[in-house]
């Protein structure tokens, strides 16, 4: 009962080491207002000026130079948890399991936030290539230049962007800026309330939490939300269109074509009306509704330009992934990924297991890649 006793303590004593992860200057002060419980050791301080060395970084950069796929730590890591008490297990037995089992969750959280602190610290060279703010975390590409006819889809066309960058690197970007403009609200949720973590973040959802600290139930539920969310917008989508009630079938051809040839099509989103622009940011995950309350009111400033960001960075990754070995040297979670980033996130939904998935994946994008290459050739 000793040991159960220190288990509160013991979590605390995990957590603490949080504060002590550098980031930036921006960042490492609103870090160590959070973190901060008692004064740094002189150990502690000693060690914060750098808690990623230079030469790691350039080493980990100079990796990912020639590379086609992200590094790991722009995933969540494996989660680990004790195993299920039996049926016979006593009262003692089962609180030691859920001692076990915050202090799994408290661990795979400060891996999350730690790796988000590495990611950003070694793509702050990446993101001056880029001409972007070193510790603004603003994702590329930095704005919206859309197209001012249909004709216009040039960047549509998935050809590869001269932006000195492989796609790794370019992921690496784009994912760690994303990921710290989450981490300071997700980091207070965790300081709050510690083990119970897992049990508030469904309810704030993907909103403030970043994508190294979500674990796999949220990341599938988010998964059928947005399913059911494209669903409904492409409902829509025919009935506005075509005055029918069923769209095509998820993965068809004709719902590749409809998202590969109208909805990504930059010329086609600068001139659409206001809820055909909100349907296409519902397909494409970039809003939680296709039909929002003064969601026609938001277009124009909000998501008109939030839908061409969004299509311009599918040109830019088509054309890394066509460039540096195409949709085969992908692993299979980046393909995962790449596919639910272009409305393709039911396509694999009814596969008997996790190898038919990826096929149906693999090949649904290489499909998407060689619809957006002849899109390009009949413009040209």
Not at 12 to 18: D, E
Not at 168 to 197: H, Y
Not at 257 to 264: D, E, G, I, N
Not at 278 to 297: D, E, I, T, W
């Amino acid at each position: 009962m000793s040991a159960i006793a220190r288990g509160p303590r013991a979590l605390q004593v995990q957590l603490r080491p949080l504060a002590y992860f550098p980031i930036s200057c921006h960042f490492c002060a609103v870090s160590s207002q959070l973190f901060s419980t008692s004064a740094p050791t002189r150990q502690s301080r000693r060690h914060a000026p750098s808690s990623v060395p230079s030469t790691s970084i350039n080493s980990k950069l100079k990796s990912l130079r020639h590379e086609i796929n992200p590094p790991k730590s722009t995933l969540p890591a494996d989660l680990d948890l004790p195993p299920p008490s039996s049926t016979t297990a006593t009262s003692s037995d089962k609180l030691k399991r859920y001692v076990a089992l915050g202090r799994a969750y408290l661990a795979f959280y400060k891996t999350g936030l730690k790796n988000v602190f590495g990611n950003y610290r070694a793509s702050i060279p990446l993101r001056k290539e880029l001409g972007l703010p070193a510790f603004l975390p603003i994702s590329p590409p930095r704005r919206a230049s859309a197209p001012t006819s249909p004709s216009s889809s040039s960047l549509s066309a998935g050809t590869s962007a001269p932006i000195g960058l492989s796609r790794a690197q370019f992921q690496l970007v784009r994912r760690s800026a994303r990921d710290v403009r989450r981490m300071i609200p997700f980091t207070v949720i965790l300081i709050v309330c510690g083990e119970f973590t897992p049990l508030i973040v469904p309810i704030v959802g993907a909103a403030i939490t970043p994508a190294t600290c979500r674990i796999p139930s949220q990341v599938a539920k988010e998964r059928a939300t947005a399913a059911t969310r494209k669903s409904a917008a492409l409902t829509a989508h025919a009935t506005a269109v075509d005055g029918s009630l069923t769209p095509a079938p998820a993965g068809s051809d004709d719902e590749l074509r409809l998202l590969a040839t109208r909805l990504a099509n930059p010329g086609w989103a600068a001139t659409a009306e206001s809820a055909a622009v909100q349907r296409a940011c519902a397909v494409f995950g970039l809003v939680k509704h296709h039909n929002q309350r003064a969601g026609s009111l938001l277009v124009a400033p909000v998501y008109r330009s939030r839908l061409v960001r969004h299509l311009e960075y599918l040109a830019l990754d088509d054309g890394m992934i066509r460039a540096e070995g195409g949709v085969s040297a992908l692993d299979a979670v980046e393909v995962r990924i790449a596919v639910e980033e272009r409305g393709g996130v039911d396509v694999a939904a009814g596969a008997r297991d996790s190898a038919r998935a990826e096929e149906l994946d693999r090949l649904w994008l290489e499909r998407w890649l060689t619809i957006r290459e002849n899109e390009t050739a009949q413009t040209v």
